[in-house]
């Protein structure tokens, strides 16, 4: 049974760098087909996809966000990583990782968040 | 960007009910769209993919329809479990957006 655990800090400073990484066991984060996503969602909000990864390395970013995002994977850990530069109370959510299975493009594996909060 | 926008934002009904949500699309997306159930506290929860699609092990009370630019997704018989806030989230093209949510509350 595949699974995504995501990890890092839980408090990062105002205009600083929020870096979270994701854990994949289970199965292969080389696997062809599947894209690795990231997702947020604000205290008592909706989601918001903030970029995906494809095994090969191609990388999807939300426009919103782009200028200050960027994804990548680490192969030999099976591990995928987000980094987000500049950061505000704005960024303050919950952070998914998520993978992008064969069927519909869908999210159909997801870790179960772990909360960023932006504070000094 | 394509929008996504769903209807209405919160619905009471009662166990037993049938209940169907709606998502309209900014523009056509063909049948790249996912519905998704989210309970308080955990990860969103792959229901339907490809608008009609059924995620192995989701109960079959669930279902979705609708193709272009209008979806639906239904459910025939509330259980107390489904209370809950539901996403739909397009997959036709990057970057990929969620709906507001619908949240289903007990009446």
């Known amino acids: 049974q595949l699974q995504l655990q995501e990890s890092g800090p839980g408090l990062v400073k105002p205009s600083e760098t929020l870096s979270l990484t994701c854990t994949v066991s289970?199965?292969?984060?080389?696997?062809?087909?599947?894209?690795w996503g990231w997702i947020r969602q604000p205290p008592g909000k909706g989601l918001e996809w903030i970029g995906s990864?494809?095994?090969?390395?191609?990388?999807y970013y939300n426009p919103s966000l782009k200028s200050r995002v960027t994804i990548s994977v680490d192969t030999s850990k099976n591990q995928f990583s987000l980094i987000l530069s500049s950061v505000t109370a704005a960024d303050t959510a919950v952070y998914f990782c998520?993978?992008?299975?064969?069927?519909?493009?869908?999210?159909?594996?997801w870790g179960q968040g772990t909360l960023v909060t932006v504070s000094s | 960007d394509i929008q996504m926008t769903q209807s209405p934002s919160s619905v009471s009904a009662s166990v037993g009910d049938r209940v169907t949500i709606t998502c309209r699309a900014s523009?056509?997306?063909?049948?790249?769209l996912a519905w998704y159930q989210q309970k308080p506290g955990k990860a969103p929860k792959l229901l339907i993919y490809?608008?009609?699609s059924l995620q192995s092990g989701v109960p079959s009370r669930f279902s979705g329809s609708g193709s272009g630019t209008g979806f639906t997704l239904t459910i025939s018989s509330l259980q107390p479990e489904d209370f809950a806030t539901y996403y739909c989230?397009?997959?036709?093209?990057?970057?990929?957006?969620f709906g507001q949510g619908t949240k289903l509350e007990i009446k």
């Open positions: 990864i494809y095994s090969s390395g191609s990388t």
């Open positions: 989230q397009q997959a036709n093209s990057f970057p990929n957006t």
């Open positions: 289970g199965g292969s984060i080389s696997s062809t087909s599947y894209y």
């Open positions: 523009q056509g997306i063909s049948s790249w």
């Open positions: 998520a993978r992008r299975g064969d069927y519909g493009r869908s999210f159909d594996y």
């Open positions: 490809a608008a009609s």
